[in-house]
Structure formats: C-alpha cells, structure tokens
C-alpha cells in the first residue's frame, strides 16, 4: 500500500515608495565538499541537474550485454564529443549537462585498481598523463554473487569532464571518486546499491556573451534488483553569491542560490504545462532563489520550501521586503542585484487561519506572504493564485503578569480553530487522540487546478481561503508486487478547503502514526487490514 507524502507584513494602501533604486555586489562562495553537514546546509539545497538510466541486463552467466534506456544522453554526447579516451568499463555513463548557454560532454568510467607484484595498489595514467591514485575497492559481503558483478561494473570512480568545452575529453583533468564511506555498498531487502561523489568541478561557461563561474558536485548511484535496475548522477550548484544591500535605510544580507543548478543565477520560477497527475496537482518549473537575511537554523523550517523556511524567497519579477515591493534585477553571473522600488496600487489580502506563509503568483510574478489570522497583508493589484503554502500553529501561554517559568502550561483558550482542526484530522485519519494542546503543529500543501483565481483590488480587502477542512481521499489502481503478481494500490491523500493537496503534516516536528485502511466484504467481515506508507 502507498500514502501519498502529505507531500505575511504591515498592509499598506495606496502606492509603494518611489525612492531610487539600490544596487549591490556580490561576491562568489565556493562550498567545500567536507562541510556537508555545516551550517551552510541552507547554501546546499539545490535541485540538480539528473540523468537517468534504465539498465537491462540478461543473465550475466549467459554472457548478455547491458543496454541503456536513455538514448537522448547519448545521442547529445556523439553530437559534441570528437574524441573520448579508452574505457575500462564496457558500459561507460555519457551524458552533457548544460551550464549557462552550453553544453559540456561528460563520461563515468568504472576502473578496477591494478595492483603491483608486492600487493600495492599501483599508480595510473590518465587521458592527459598525469598520474592519479585508485583506491582500492571496499569489502562487501554480497547477498548474490551475480548480482554483485553487476553492480561493481556500475560502480563508477573516473569521471571525464570537457573543462575547456572542445568535444576533446582526452585533455582535462580526470577526478578520482572520493574515498568515503557512503561509496560503500549496500542492501535493503532484495536491493543492493553503491554510490558515487567525485571532488568538486569548478567550471567557466558562456551565458548571453558574458563569462561565468561556478562550481558544481557531481555524485550518483547504481541499483540492482530482481524487478529493476537503473544508474543515475546529478550535479548539485556549489556556489552562492552573497552581499549587502540597503532597503528602506535598513543593511540586509542579501545571498543567492542557484537553485536550478545551471549556472546561473537570475532564472525565475515558471508554472510547468506538462505535467496533469491524477491529483491535478500544478508544479512549478523552479528557478533561482534569493535568501534575505538568512539564519542557518535548522529548526528554521526545510530549505527547499520557501513557505516553510523564513528569509527565503523565489527570484522573480517583483519581491516584497517589510512590506513594500521591489523589482529585482539579477545579471546572469548573479555578481549584481538591483532593487527598484514598485510604484503600483495595492489591496490587501486577508486568511482566516492561524499564522501562515505562502506563495501566491500571478503576470507580476511569484511573491510569498506571511502573516497571522485575519491579519491584512499587502499585495500588488491584480489576478493572484495559490502555489502553495505553510500552516502553522504554536502553543501560547496567557501573560497574567507573573512569570511561571518553564512549567508554565498554554491555556485551552488558546487553542483555536488550527488545534482544534488538527486533533480532529488526526483522530479520523491516523485514529490517534492528540488532546495535549501543548504541542506544536504544521501542514503543508500545494496546489492544484481546482483552486480558484482571487482578484485584488486597490484599496479592497480579498479573502485568500485555503486550508482546513481536510479531508481524507483514497485512490486505487493496478500494479505488480515484488513475485510480479498483479494487486491493488490504494493512495491516501488529504485535500484542503480549496482543492489543494497536502504535501506534510507535522506534531513537534514529527510526522504522525502512519494511517490503518481495513479492506471488508458485504458482511463487513475484515478481509485484510494494514497501514498505509509514507511515500
């Protein structure tokens, strides 16, 4: 069975200030590889840049070859490539990644460390005859000797990369796979994996006739198993801009993210036509990303959400700052940031719910905000419609004056409609009783094409209406389980007021029991029963 992951500021009216424009410098940060856990994780999330691979393999034992199931990589590879060095693997990954306005060839080789006549692991030449280190390979136990063969031939540790974007792979530097543990191999039920990181790739391309640079972390994985075996790598941006700015007489740090990793940091998030799952989900096409005052907190909320992480917003046409708005300006390199004050009407927008952030977008653009209960919140005039949003709801205590120290407890008074909505979703969906109002709690969703177009005005008040009553909707479908055998796949998803589809749901930062389903006959005798997954 499988559960759909359950996946605002002072109002003004009138018009926003016209004082002159600001503009900004900033400079270039490189990540390190070693800091992955460091407080720069906020720097680190990034969608990348994906390649996929479906592998078919026949049984190794009757000496069948592997064939892949992506032919556009290959396709674009033989279009650029004028010459590729000699592999040891017999099935080298190719693929081109594209930074800026081109593209450069890359290739993974899988190279089994040679060793000397006194049990060392010698030295090996690369395309361009520097001499490079192989490792040795790690110890594993694996479950299938046959299905270990297969996996080491996947597992790849040269990586060739076109640094200097002239189809020639034969004369840049080769990187070696980084020797950590997460390279080992590994097993989950009937799966076995092994993952890759290469050393960061510090790249200069091309973007619109101006020179950029930026660097990018390649990694990936190989997986096999009875039903299905694939390869996959991406290359994740590691580099920011970051800078000061003054808005409204006020310093603010200023950082940008590329978040699309492609090298560039001005793309602006689009809503994507292609993509009508059953759920009618809308899905942006993301772009870049602008963090205002950033804190590397990571109770701050997940940093690839910008209605779930504070600071955080999408690059786009217009942006609001304490509760004015701009259009922001970026150059492609990210290396200047204008801001121009917005001189047009506004209107205000109100949401019934507890405190809130969310992305609404419309001709103007993507802009996020925030705010508490019928709390009015400025929004440029125009048609406007939810993207996707974050609800939350924190315990109070009531002030009497005295100070109650760390015992003090939240009166049941302060629970209000959010709590109460909550407990009640809880009980009918997960069949759990959550009657301590001491707790904390957050839902968020996105959403879909049943959600209505809001109109704002100037000087009028619009109600931007989402968010509970939740209620539970069960799909089923056909598929195969792991014999093969044909069976029915129920998915859970919450759906909110209007129309949107829950992407998660947390109490004090934990996500609640996974919901029972109970399957009986006519008779309403249990035929089967079990619990739903996240996923």
Not at 46 to 52: K, L, N, R, Y
Not at 136 to 155: F, G, I, T
Not at 392 to 407: A, E, L, M
Not at 472 to 486: A, F
């Amino acid at each position: 069975m499988r559960w759909l992951t359950m996946g605002l500021g002072m109002a003004i009216l009138g018009l926003a200030s016209a004082s002159g424009d600001e503009t900004c410098s900033l400079k270039l940060r490189r990540l390190e590889r070693q800091n992955a856990r460091g407080e720069d994780f906020i720097y680190r999330a990034t969608m990348p840049q994906s390649f996929f691979s479906n592998v078919v393999a026949p049984k190794m034992s009757k000496g069948g070859t592997l064939s892949w199931g992506n032919q556009s990589y290959d396709e674009a590879f033989r279009r650029i490539v004028k010459k590729e060095p000699k592999y040891e693997s017999k099935r080298p990954f190719r693929g081109v990644a594209k930074f800026g306005s081109q593209e450069f060839a890359f290739a993974m080789d899988a190279v089994e460390p040679a060793l000397e006549s006194g049990g060392k692991t010698a030295d090996s030449k690369t395309a361009n005859g520097k001499a490079i280190q192989l490792k040795k390979e790690q110890p594993v136990e694996p479950v299938d000797p046959e299905k270990a063969a297969m996996l080491r031939s996947l597992q790849y540790n040269r990586l060739y990369f076109d640094f200097n974007h002239n189809g020639d792979l034969c004369d840049d530097q080769v990187l070696e796979a980084m020797d950590v543990p997460q390279n080992r191999m590994s097993h989950w039920k009937d799966q076995s994996y092994i993952r890759f990181q290469f050393p960061r790739l510090d790249v200069t391309f091309e973007s619109g006739g101006e020179k950029i640079a930026s660097s990018f972390f390649v990694q990936g994985q190989a997986m096999v198993s009875p039903q299905f075996n694939y390869v996959s790598t991406s290359f994740n941006a590691a580099a920011y801009r970051e800078g000061d700015i003054v808005v409204g007489g006020k310093k603010r740090r200023v950082v940008l993210i590329d978040f699309n990793s492609n090298g560039r940091l001005d793309d602006r998030t689009e809503i994507r036509t292609d993509i009508y799952p059953s759920d009618g989900r809308i899905f942006p096409q993301y772009g870049d990303v602008l963090l205002i005052d950033p804190k590397a907190d990571r109770a701050a909320g997940s940093p690839y959400d910008a209605t779930a992480c504070q600071g955080r917003h999408l690059v786009s046409k217009i942006i609001p700052i304490d509760g004015s708005y701009y259009h922001l300006a970026i150059s492609p390199a990210g290396d200047r940031l204008t801001l121009t004050p917005m001189n047009a009407p506004l209107g205000k927008v109100v949401h019934p719910n507890n405190t809130f952030s969310a992305i609404i977008y419309g001709k103007q653009g993507f802009i996020k905000i925030q705010g508490g209960k019928n709390e009015p919140i400025a929004v440029p005039e125009g048609q406007w419609t939810l993207l996707s949003y974050t609800l939350r709801w924190t315990p109070s205590v009531k002030d009497d004056g005295q100070n109650h120290g760390d015992d003090a407890k939240p009166v049941k008074d302060d629970v209000g409609p959010f709590g109460e909505f909550l407990a009640e979703t809880v009980r009918a969906v997960f069949g759990v009783e959550t009657t301590d109002h001491s707790k904390s709690a957050s839902v968020s969703a996105g959403a879909t094409e049943k959600c209505k177009v809001v109109k704002v005005v100037q000087g009028g008040t619009t109600v931007l209406d989402f968010g509970p009553p939740f209620k539970p909707v069960v799909r089923s479908s056909s598929g195969q389980d792991n014999d093969q055998l044909k069976c029915l796949v129920l998915e859970l998803t919450l759906v909110g007021s209007a129309g949107e589809v829950v992407t998660d749901m947390t109490i004090n930062g934990q996500r609640p029991p996974k919901p029972r389903w109970t399957i009986t006959d006519a008779s309403q005798k249990v035929v089967d029963a079990g619990t739903f997954e996240y996923g």
